[in-house]
């Protein structure tokens, strides 16, 4: 269960992931470096990943949550089958958020689906690295592994 | 629970005047800008060696003795999305409109190889451009359009070669001759391994169907322009002006020694050798930019490979202006951009030029976006006077300084990555990408911390935006191109496929130029994904190690 007023008790664990056939890979770079110089913990799968190899990159990791950056219109094909996968294998509490060229009209969607945040072009770093902060799981103690 | 947010779309505003009295300020590249430029400035500046007239050597001023005098720059812009009939209505209406160039957009899935009905194609078909599967789809996009009689641009890279063969088979059976054809592939791997990152294979084995598209043309297409060296993707991905031209013209240089370790003569396919570059928004600089490019070209051709033509040491490029500069927040902001761009280009002595529309921060332009974007060039040609003088900046002190500095600052890029054991080299060794990663990153923070203004988004900003028109894309491109694709996989011999691609397999396996078995593999229907499959095969797939 998300809960949003719980302090951060260890450190936030980021999938950044570039899914579909696209290899514009500044953005997710450059955000990866933000989140990184903002204590995250934060691994870039690089490109061309599937869905399932997202989720697969996230399970393996423990990731809170997994970034998505998407720029060749393929959005609304990718986060449906992502948020099922996530759902099969009870990984909801992920948090989920993407960037890219997101038309506007397809951002109610998404969301509806559970991507929580999406970031269309000039969003600051600093949005992005608080947005996550305040949206993300409360965070257990390493020890008591995930809680569902 | 689901909750959604509002994402803040500005930093917190600080209390830091943007622009005080007291900064200083840096070019892109990150060289000081002094307040006043004089004649000190010129100080190893020399004017015959190193400015010289136009349409002489090193070409600092421009390639052409009258500049536009002779004829503007071409007005290409860029255009594709969907099947290839929606496309063939763009162009048909482009060519009655009295137009005579062609720029052709591919979607991601033709761009890397794949079929309309690969898996990765999911979601991609027709969307970033038009879909071309077989040589049925290519059949389709000419219909109607007489290959002798127009020149074609086609923006694609690691199946180029496919593409092209594609093309002259179209060509063929149109009766017209290859020798007349006229027109670019983009053909460009080693920017798509610094920067776009659209590659299949491993860069030797690329390299070689480029080298071989080099000696092939030179034999049989001899007024195709082979290759289109891009530093467009490399200023894109976070480049400076600086990175962009010294990597871009170390790319070329790099096409030039794999063209002669081939056995080709550098004067039999040089000539056919064309750039393609960014325009961004520090207008002075990219003005340096394009003359110390020429100028750079010319003195490589002529004295480090020792071509004796003329034609070998002119460069010439295309220019588009940045898409990266875009902004979605006032997107009429845009126009304004893209016209300052432009004529930096202009000035900077484009010979073709894309000018990009204000809405392409969204999604790709609709078509009233894309007539103002071309509106804006025949502005600048027609009413601002600004092409009636040949390089009107020659003898500047402030754009010769930046030209010789940029010269010479490409030229310490040159030697880094000569010491590497060329590009090929340096890029598997992450060269390129790390020094573009940092630059990228370093120019976030700027924006970040307001150092850069990026007028709308970090500065006068707007609480409430006016949304605009924009162009959508369905997916019934995705059901039309897979319809068509098992059509032709009925009606075409499943035995001659076989056949031509078994031939391919064996040629890729020895050093043989690839282009004839290419052409057998399409006149058969092979599909694009069966082509690159076959190839994967053989050479196998890059995968390259992310650096962030």
Not at chain 2, 158 to 169: E, G, W
Not at chain 2, 221 to 241: D, K, L, M
Request: glycine share 8%.
């Amino acid at each position: 269960m998300t809960n949003d007023q719980q302090p951060v008790a260890r450190t936030i664990r980021v999938v950044i992931a570039k899914p579909g056939l696209d290899g514009h890979d500044r953005g997710a770079k450059v955000i990866a470096r933000a989140l990184r110089d903002a204590g995250m913990e934060v691994i870039y799968t690089g490109l061309r990943q599937t869905p399932e190899q997202i989720v697969s990159a996230a399970l393996q990791e423990d990731a809170d949550v997994i970034g998505l950056s998407i720029l060749s219109g393929a959005h609304n094909h990718i986060a449906p089958r992502l948020m099922q996968l996530l759902h099969d294998r009870q990984m909801d509490d992920v948090l989920v958020v993407m960037g890219g060229i997101i038309p506007d009209v397809d951002v109610p969607n998404l969301k509806a689906l559970g991507i929580q945040g999406v970031f269309p072009p000039g969003t600051s770093m600093q949005a992005i690295v608080d947005f996550i902060r305040l949206h993300v799981r409360a965070l257990e103690p390493e020890s008591s592994g995930r809680q569902g | 629970m689901r909750r959604t947010y509002n994402v803040p779309m500005t930093p917190a505003a600080t209390d830091k005047p943007a622009g005080a009295a007291t900064r200083s300020f840096t070019t892109v590249s990150g060289r000081p800008v002094e307040r006043l430029y004089t004649d000190a400035d010129l100080a190893g500046i020399d004017p015959a060696a190193d400015i010289g007239e136009p349409g002489q050597f090193p070409y600092t001023r421009g390639i052409h003795a009258s500049g536009y005098g002779g004829k503007l720059w071409t007005m290409r812009q860029f255009a594709g999305f969907g099947t290839p009939e929606e496309t063939n209505g763009r162009y048909q209406r482009l060519l009655a409109a009295g137009g005579t160039g062609l720029s052709v957009a591919f979607d991601l899935p033709t761009l890397m190889g794949r079929d309309p009905d690969h898996p990765l194609s999911l979601g991609e078909v027709g969307k970033c451009g038009v879909s071309v599967a077989t040589l049925a789809d290519m059949e389709q996009l000419f219909d109607g359009i007489a290959l002798a009689d127009v020149t074609t641009s086609m923006t694609i890279n690691s199946p180029a070669a496919v593409i092209f063969a594609m093309y002259l088979v179209v060509a063929e059976r149109q009766r017209a001759d290859w020798s007349r054809l006229s027109g670019t592939i983009q053909n460009d791997i080693l920017k798509e391994f610094i920067a776009q990152k659209e590659y299949i294979y491993p860069p030797r084995p690329s390299m070689r169907l480029v080298t071989d598209t080099f000696a092939f043309c030179a034999a049989q297409v001899p007024r195709w322009n082979t290759i289109s060296v891009s530093g467009y993707h490399i200023r894109e991905a976070g480049a400076t002006a600086l990175q962009e031209l010294a990597f871009t013209l170390r790319d070329g240089i790099e096409y030039v020694q794999w063209g002669i370790d081939a056995g080709l003569a550098v004067d039999e396919f040089v000539p056919r050798i064309s750039f393609f570059f960014n325009a961004h928004n520090d207008f002075f600089e990219e003005i340096a930019k394009y003359r110390a490019a020429r100028k750079l070209w010319a003195t490589a051709m002529r004295d480090r490979f020792g071509a004796r033509e003329e034609r070998s040491w002119k460069l010439r490029f295309h220019t588009q202006t940045a898409g990266v500069s875009l902004t979605a927040q006032q997107p009429y902001n845009n126009v304004v951009r893209t016209a300052i761009q432009a004529l930096a280009g202009v000035l900077g002595g484009t010979n073709s030029l894309h000018t990009n529309s204000l809405d392409e921060a969204f999604a790709l332009p609709t078509e009233q976006a894309a007539t103002l974007a071309l509106r804006t060039q025949q502005i600048i040609a027609h009413e601002s006077g600004v092409a009636h003088v040949v390089d009107p900046f020659g003898g500047s002190f402030f754009v010769e300084r930046l030209t010789k500095d940029m010269e010479e600052g490409a030229l310490a890029y040159f030697e880094r990555i000569d010491r590497m054991g060329g590009m090929v080299a340096a890029i598997e060794a992450g060269f390129p990408q790390r020094e573009i990663a940092e630059s990228s990153y370093r120019f976030q923070q700027a924006v970040e911390r307001r150092d850069a203004v990026i007028v709308g988004v970090n500065d006068f900003t707007q609480p409430q935006e006016t949304p605009i028109a924009t162009l959508y894309i369905d997916e019934s491109a995705t059901t039309r191109q897979l319809e068509r694709l098992a059509r032709v996989k009925a009606v075409r011999s499943a035995a001659q496929v076989d056949r031509t691609l078994a031939a391919l397999r064996a040629a890729a396996g020895t050093t043989a130029n690839l282009m004839p078995p290419l052409l057998d593999a399409v006149r058969a229907y092979a599909t694009l994904g069966e082509i690159c499959d076959t190839l994967r095969d053989v050479w196998g797939e890059y995968e390259e190690t992310p650096v962030v």
